[in-house]
């Protein structure tokens, strides 16, 4: 996948058959190798910086890395092993599943805050909804480092802010209230986060969308006796379906590599397997405990994973180049 | 009456909302400015009246802040001037050509935007570490220009397209040769794109964590997101600074905060490309 050399390519044909493409187009069918000299800078970046540790991947998900590859002894093939470990152990099971749920929820969240945010910014006046859109690009442009380092002061539990503004319910007393502690509050801790810092980039695009749906279609809807239910479920949403499934499939791609956000956490609050998600699992089995077969093997699953995931991504995006 | 009713509802909810949402970055400069003092008291300080600036004093004395701040301007700079060449470069050849294996090279261009860090830097620590460049900028940089070229020549690819073809052809047939009538006519022209894709690899490169806390372990070689993250963890007796932690992490965030407000509008245009169009 990381190989684009100019090898044999089936798609490549596709312009010169198309009547519109080949008129408009390739002005000049003289041949010049001057394209594969301009894009050798980049292809050979990729292949350095991705292609040879992909190879290296691949090819070492099927070695075997014990404690003699520690003393120096080189690794040996051992065919499907490292994956059938991997698939037979409940571990991996346990944290590949929480994985898949967290992206899925944490992005379904992000997606529903995010629309809700567009149409509540279509409809209030000018000057608030300059004031949410500051305020989210403040959110949306902190590093991920700092905002899990401004997010575990704010649950500090002695001295942060959260405990001590919970406790104003009455009833309530928070204050000395670890939160990163019980596995499920761990995550959730995570998952305000992300979506925190994710909800601008959704509400931006959407409200984006939203703006080209044209005030005419929605009077005319208005006139024929469209109530505002109906006319944002009828009208508006087959609008701005297109970037509602792009923007879904981002989200799911973005949230699944979380590894920096959960590694953040756990340095500050607990570690552990009970608080891993895939990337921190392969960190551990990989930089952890030497174990590169199996950490690539882990790997390879989540390259797959995530190239399911993006497919229709990339196809929308293959598009777009053909139309261009 | 009802209608304007729900607009000043709704105004109000979008305050309401605004003031969450910067609550946190509110909260990380207001702490910044207190005193270890103000800071541990059970009632926290809402407004920092009584302000101080010795926590930023003591950030921008730390060696580690300013080794920290040396590596992460080399490292972006380096990829930064190269990411912008061999973007452009890239861009012309796919905006401008029809070849043997484009479509290949787009997919790649494409897929490799999807890659999640954890799914490589095991591998790609594993091949810094064979060729000794585990803990050098020049490790870190090549595998950060793989990480950023494949989205910069996305972006500009759009730019270059936008130019129309007439114009170098003009320029062609005034002599130019191919590259030179790019060079001279498109090129110039490209200047926006280049800004905005640019910014937009600062920001990336800039605030890298995945890959810099696994290839980068000594404590000098550090970028900056690794020294906060150090900097939060190295309590003082069990105490953690939590002004002087804050103070850092606003020294972090400022650059790509400023970056991000001149080129959001662009960023979410690159990404969701043509879905808005129709």
């Known amino acids: ?324 | 009456m009802s209608r304007s009713l729900l607009r000043g509802g709704g105004a109000t909810l979008a305050v309401v909302l605004a003031a969450v949402w910067a609550f946190p970055v509110y909260w990380m400069i207001n702490t910044s400015f207190q005193t270890p003092a103000s800071i541990n008291r059970l009632t926290p300080t809402f407004f920092p009246t009584s302000g101080t600036l010795s926590n930023y004093q003591s950030v921008l004395a730390d060696n580690g802040f300013l080794a920290g701040l040396g590596m992460s301007l080399t490292v972006t700079a380096i990829v930064l001037v190269l990411c912008v060449i061999y973007a452009v470069l890239a861009s012309f050849a796919i905006a401008r050509f029809r070849f043997r294996g484009r479509t290949s090279f787009v997919l790649a261009v494409i897929i490799v935007q999807m890659l999640p860090a954890e799914a490589m830097f095991i591998a790609q620590y594993k091949m810094l570490a064979s060729v000794n460049l585990l803990n050098s900028i020049i490790g870190v940089s090549v595998i950060y220009l793989a990480m950023v070229v494949p989205f910069t020549t996305w972006m500009l690819r759009g730019f270059v397209a936008g130019v129309p073809v007439d114009l170098e052809e003009a320029a062609m047939i005034d002599g130019c040769t191919r590259m030179g009538a790019f060079r001279r006519v498109t090129f110039p022209l490209l200047a926006p794109g280049i800004v905005a894709s640019g910014v937009f690899a600062f920001v990336q490169v800039w605030n890298e964590f995945a890959l810099a806390s696994i290839i980068l372990t000594e404590n000098d070689k550090a970028t900056l997101p690794l020294w906060l993250r150090d900097f939060a963890q190295t309590s003082n007796l069990g105490v953690t600074e939590w002004g002087q932690v804050m103070a850092g992490s606003v020294l972090v965030a400022i650059p790509v905060i400023i970056f991000f407000m001149i080129v959001q509008g662009r960023m979410a245009q690159g990404l969701v490309g043509g879905a808005v169009k129709g």
């Not at chain 1, 698939?87 to 346990?94: K, N, S």
């Not at chain 1, 401004?150 to 939160?179: E, Q």
């Not at chain 1, 690539?296 to 989540?302: D, G, I, K």
């Open chain 1, 1 to 324: 996948m990381t190989t684009p050399a100019p090898v044999a390519d089936p798609a490549g044909s596709t312009p010169q058959s198309e009547p519109p493409a080949a008129t408009r187009r390739p002005r000049r069918p003289r041949r010049t190798k001057l394209p594969y000299w301009l894009i050798i800078p980049a292809v050979s970046t990729l292949l350095i910086g991705l292609g040879y540790p992909v190879t290296w991947q691949i090819i070492n998900s099927f070695k075997e890395y014990g404690l003699a590859q520690q003393f120096g002894q080189p690794a040996e093939f051992i065919g499907l092993q490292n994956y059938a470990s991997l698939l037979t152990d409940t571990v991996f099971w346990t944290i590949a599943a929480r994985s898949v749920a967290f992206m899925a929820l944490t992005a379904l969240i992000t997606m529903a805050i995010g629309i809700a945010f567009a149409l509540l910014m279509k409809a209030i006046p000018t000057w608030s909804r300059i004031v949410l859109q500051v305020a989210m690009l403040l959110a949306w442009s902190m590093p991920i480092v700092a905002q899990m380092t401004v997010a575990n002061w704010l649950i500090d539990d002695r001295n942060g802010v959260f405990n001590y503004m919970l406790s104003w319910i009455p009833g309530l007393d928070m204050v000395g209230h670890n939160w990163l502690v019980e596995p499920l509050s761990f995550f959730g801790v995570a998952m305000t986060i992300i979506v925190w810092a994710s909800v601008p980039f959704v509400a931006f695009s959407v409200y984006a969308g939203l703006t080209q749906v044209s005030d005419e279609v929605l009077e005319a809807a208005q006139l024929d006796g469209a109530g505002r239910f109906q006319t944002l479920r009828l009208i508006i949403m087959p609008i701005i379906r297109p970037v509602l499934v792009i923007l879904l499939l981002l989200q799911l791609i973005w949230d699944l590599r979380v590894f920096a956000q959960i590694q953040l956490l756990q340095d500050f609050g607990a570690a552990g397997e009970r608080y891993d998600l895939l990337g921190t699992y392969i960190y551990g089995l990989g930089i952890g405990q030497g174990q590169f077969g199996m950490a690539s093997a882990a790997a390879m699953v989540v390259l797959v994973l995530t190239l399911a995931v993006s497919w229709g991504y990339v196809r929308s995006m293959l598009k777009e180049d053909k139309e261009s």
